[in-house]
């Protein structure tokens, strides 16, 4: 069941974010930077985006959250997907980014170069690459590419 994020489960949609975020990046951030993600951070940082205008909506599977997504509804970038490591596979990444795009009509996603299962992902669900933007994470360089939903017959 996806609804929007509110007080009740913001905590719910943190630790998902917190989880998946820190799995996804382990490879390319340094431990440091990932331990400075913790719970806390992740609630205060989706606040900051709902305070912002985003509208971000968590998944549940028998009552547990196992996804989360959000909409900048000023250029319509589908952002923050992302499912519990242990989650993924299981259809509730397709289940959330349907239900982005049915509240899009351009939508866009960015993705990190170096986050190849992302890329497969939505590659194959009808994002095609516009362009590249160098993003510096610590002594790393790495490229976020900006990724344009093209096929509106999926």
Same mark, same amino acid.
Request: contains cysteine; proline residues 4%; glycine residues 4%.
């Given at each position: 069941?996806? @609804?929007? =994020?509110?007080?009740?489960?913001?905590?719910?949609?943190?630790?998902?974010?917190?989880?998946?975020?820190?799995?996804?990046?382990? !490879?390319?951030?340094?431990? +440091?930077? =990932?331990?400075?993600?913790?719970?806390? /951070?992740?609630?205060? #940082?989706?606040?900051?985006?709902?305070?912002?205008?985003?509208?971000?909506?968590?998944? #549940?599977?028998?009552?547990?959250?196992? *996804? =989360?997504? *959000?909409?900048?509804?000023?250029? +319509?970038?589908?952002?923050?997907?992302?499912?519990?490591?242990?989650?993924?596979?299981?259809?509730? *990444?397709? +289940?959330?980014?349907? #239900?982005?795009?049915?509240?899009?009509?351009?939508? /866009?996603? @960015?993705?990190?170069? @170096?986050?190849?299962?992302? =890329? !497969?992902? /939505? @590659?194959?669900?009808?994002?095609?690459?516009?362009?590249?933007?160098?993003?510096?994470?610590?002594?790393?360089?790495?490229?976020?590419?900006? /990724?344009?939903?093209?096929?509106?017959?999926?």
């Amino acid at each position: 069941m996806i @609804t929007e =994020i509110n007080k009740t489960n913001i905590a719910d949609a943190a630790k998902v974010y917190m989880e998946s975020w820190k799995d996804s990046h382990k !490879d390319i951030c340094s431990s +440091e930077f =990932i331990e400075k993600h913790d719970l806390d /951070y992740m609630i205060n #940082y989706l606040n900051e985006k709902k305070e912002n205008g985003y509208d971000i909506f968590i998944d #549940y599977n028998n009552e547990n959250p196992v *996804g =989360i997504v *959000g909409i900048n509804p000023c250029d +319509e970038e589908i952002c923050l997907l992302y499912v519990l490591p242990e989650e993924q596979r299981k259809g509730f *990444g397709e +289940e959330l980014l349907q #239900y982005a795009l049915s509240l899009c009509k351009n939508p /866009y996603i @960015t993705v990190l170069d @170096t986050n190849k299962k992302a =890329i !497969d992902f /939505y @590659t194959k669900r009808g994002f095609f690459p516009a362009e590249k933007q160098p993003e510096n994470f610590g002594n790393k360089r790495i490229f976020e590419r900006k /990724y344009v939903y093209q096929n509106k017959n999926m």
